[in-house]
């Protein structure tokens, strides 16, 4: 019976940092699209000012 608490327990632990990694991907994978956003606007406002647009 004990062997299987301390299963139960592993058990419980891995399920919870799986689900603390997934939470930490998710928030990471917002911030990357934020970033790419940012980056492409940049890229555009740089290529209006230099006058080097689509012509």
């Known amino acids: 019976?004990?062997?299987v608490l301390v299963l139960?327990?592993?058990i419980a632990?891995?399920?919870l940092v799986i689900g603390v990694a997934v939470e930490t991907l998710k928030f990471l994978l917002y911030v990357g699209l934020v970033v790419?956003?940012?980056a492409a606007v940049m890229l555009l406002v740089?290529?209006?000012r230099?006058?080097?647009g689509s012509r």
Request: glycine share 12%.
């Open 36 to 38: 790419l956003v940012g």
């Open 1 to 3: 019976m004990k062997s």
């Open 8 to 10: 139960l327990a592993v």
């Open 50 to 52: 230099s006058g080097t």
């Open 13 to 15: 632990l891995v399920l």
């Open 46 to 48: 740089q290529r209006a």
